[in-house]
């Protein structure tokens, strides 16, 4: 049924870019604040960046800046384009969809980001 399924990770040099996709499919992506959120080894997941229904974006102090997030309604997917990268920005990362209005909320199974020379 629901579905969220990640792409677009890989291995990077430090400065260099990436842009995660995460395609979404079994519910109504329009009406769904999508995330994207990351977890580095042996730390908790951290919030990343956030698009709202209406194109509204905020992004964490951490990646303010450097990734743009944004959304295409027509083919059901939210994008993370990562610029500047650090090797702090290694982690797996993690779409998100949340409709608090009806209490729905979907994670994605990640995928893998590794910043390093």
């Known amino acids: 049924q629901v579905q969220l399924v990640e792409s677009g990770g890989g291995l990077v040099q430090p400065g260099g870019s990436l842009r995660l996709s995460c395609a979404a499919s079994?519910?109504?992506?329009?009406?769904?604040?999508m995330s994207w959120y990351r977890q580095a080894p042996g730390k908790g997941r951290e919030y990343a960046a956030t698009i709202t229904t209406l194109g509204v974006t905020n992004y964490a102090d951490s990646v303010n800046g450097r990734f743009t997030i944004s959304r295409d309604n027509f083919k059901n997917t939210v994008y993370l384009q990562m610029n500047s990268l650090k090797p702090e920005d290694t982690a797996v990362y993690y779409c998100?969809?949340?409709?608090?209005?009806?209490?729905?909320?979907?994670w994605g199974q990640g995928t893998q980001v590794t910043v390093s020379s």
């Open positions: 079994g519910f109504t992506f329009n009406s769904y604040v």
């Open positions: 998100r969809a949340r409709n608090d209005y009806i209490k729905a909320n979907y």
